[in-house]
């Protein structure tokens, strides 16, 4: 581990808690000497003040990632405006770190970072085994060539190989849970479970205790403790699908698992389970109109917004309308080829029909 901060009390008190907790600790103090550091030595977690002497904190953190990109890197910083910390989530930074800040949470969020790189040495070998036995074919499949929707596919690429978490918005059926799973499979987290939950399925109790889990007692039924889904996607990834659903109560919940990695159970009075979990969210409304109505705390909003990703809807894309009827032609073609029928024909009469029409349901 890597720690570069030109404050000195912090930046040895830093060492120290860490190096009681196990870890080996280097210390720079200035920029130039971390960046000839990273030169010589790859670390698995670094810790860089965002603001410097000689080279900046994003600076490094760009020179960080360009010679390691599987580094997890993680932002000090003094003056933890909103811009500054998403700008640094956006260019890479796995989290960052508002001082002041106790020993505890700085274990905490170390902890995570640490359980984040066995991960994804895990992921990398399983990885690395299904490219042996079925070839470099990709895990998730998703169909589209029209530019609008290939920059969709481009940036949910780019993010994937980030921990930073992404807002998915774009109409039913437009394919928001399908870019959900490219991104969790094309991370480092792909070999842990990828939880989807429906915010607008079920009614704000249920929803909580599905969420958090609850305590034996916890209610009326509550016959035994039963671990929520935030304890299921540990180590993975939790789909908060048509998040502005969600009531207000339990959005400030889920903001405090975000903020402090914990999960507190329904009905539990002091236990906590902490999580490590990339948190994805999508909605058909628009978000900002929800904030502004008050549906949606914008502090939760721009916590889960550090990438935004817009899936655009079939009618604005009409040129993959062929490519997405041969795909879905074949697929049940295949399913009843014991008929013994050939494999039928998409004409150019066929395109033009489908093409005219408003495929208000997407893909769907």
């Not at 890597?2 to 120290?16: F, G, N, Q």
């Not at 399925?201 to 929803?207: G, I, N, V, W």
């Amino acid at each position: 581990m890597l720690i570069v901060d030109d404050d000195r009390t912090l930046r040895e008190s830093c060492a120290s808690v860490l190096r009681h907790e196990g870890y080996q600790v280097t210390v720079c103090t200035r920029g130039e000497e971390a960046r000839d550091t990273l030169r010589r030595q790859k670390f698995d977690i670094a810790l860089f003040d965002l603001y410097l002497p000689e080279i900046s904190g994003m600076r490094l953190l760009q020179l960080c990632l360009d010679a390691h990109d599987d580094t997890i890197v993680i932002m000090i910083t003094g003056n933890p405006s909103l811009d500054s910390s998403l700008e640094a989530l956006r260019a890479g930074a796995w989290d960052y770190l508002p001082k002041p800040f106790s020993g505890t949470h700085l274990q905490i969020l170390l902890g995570r970072a640490a359980h984040s790189v066995i991960v994804a040495r895990e992921s990398s070998a399983m990885q690395a085994q299904f490219a042996r036995e079925h070839g470099n074919s990709e895990l998730i499949t998703v169909l589209g060539a029209a530019p609008s929707f290939r920059q969709t596919i481009e940036l949910a690429r780019r993010v994937a190989a980030t921990n930073a978490s992404a807002f998915i918005t774009g109409e039913s059926g437009s394919g928001k849970e399908l870019i959900a799973q490219f991104i969790h499979h094309h991370s480092r987290r792909s070999s842990r479970p990828l939880v989807a939950v429906n915010c607008a399925a079920l009614p704000e109790p249920l929803l909580e205790s599905e969420m958090f889990g609850h305590c034996k007692g916890a209610f009326t039924g509550a016959v035994r403790d039963k671990p929520g889904l935030l304890e299921a996607a540990n180590g993975g990834t939790l789909l908060l699908d048509e998040l502005v659903e969600m009531s207000k109560p339990i959005q400030a919940k889920l903001l405090r698992v975000i903020q402090d990695g914990v999960v507190r159970r329904v009905g539990s009075e002091s236990t906590d389970a902490v999580v490590n979990v990339r948190f994805i969210a999508s909605t058909n409304r628009n978000p900002e109109e929800a904030v502004a109505a008050g549906l949606l705390r914008e502090d939760l909003y721009y916590r889960l917004r550090v990438v935004p990703i817009h899936v655009p809807p079939l009618r604005e894309r009409p040129t993959d309308i062929r490519l997405l009827a041969e795909h879905f032609l074949a697929h049940y073609w295949a399913r009843h080829r014991d008929t013994g029928a050939p494999l039928p024909k998409v004409t150019d009469a066929t395109v033009r029909a489908l093409r005219a029409r408003p495929w208000k349901g997407n893909v769907r």
